[in-house]
């Protein structure tokens, strides 16, 4: 049964940092492709980072911003965010794709002006 679960989110004031990380149960981050999507209130589900055996991608709004990075050794894989801001604010889900697609349970992020 694969498991994940989101830690990190919290309340912090614009500018500030946070740092995500998705803790995998049941299949193996480094063979896997892993992300991070969010959901802010009224809004669908977007991306925001994805990593791969080969490659990674983010989205436009958080480029430059935001890395994720995984530790294989851990069995997790992370997302730094620097300079937040009040449109990050979302709930945070952490994703893996092996032969279906699994979620976490998400972590809340809230940015203050």
């Known amino acids: 049964q694969v498991q994940l679960v989101e830690s990190g989110g919290g309340l912090v004031q614009s500018g500030g940092s946070l740092r995500l990380s998705c803790a995998a149960s049941?299949?193996?981050?480094?063979?896997?492709?892993m992300a991070w999507y969010r959901q802010a209130p009224g809004k669908q589900r977007e991306l925001v980072a994805r990593i791969s055996s080969d490659r990674i991608d983010y989205a436009e709004s958080v480029k430059d911003r935001f890395t994720i990075s995984r530790d294989n050794a851990k069995n997790t894989v992370d997302l730094q965010m620097n300079s937040l801001k009040p449109e990050d604010t979302a709930v945070y889900y952490c994703?893996?794709?092996?032969?279906?697609?699994?979620w976490g349970q998400g972590t809340q992020v809230t940015v203050s002006s």
């Open positions: 994703f893996v794709q092996t032969w279906r697609v699994y």
């Open positions: 049941g299949t193996t981050v480094s063979a896997n492709v």
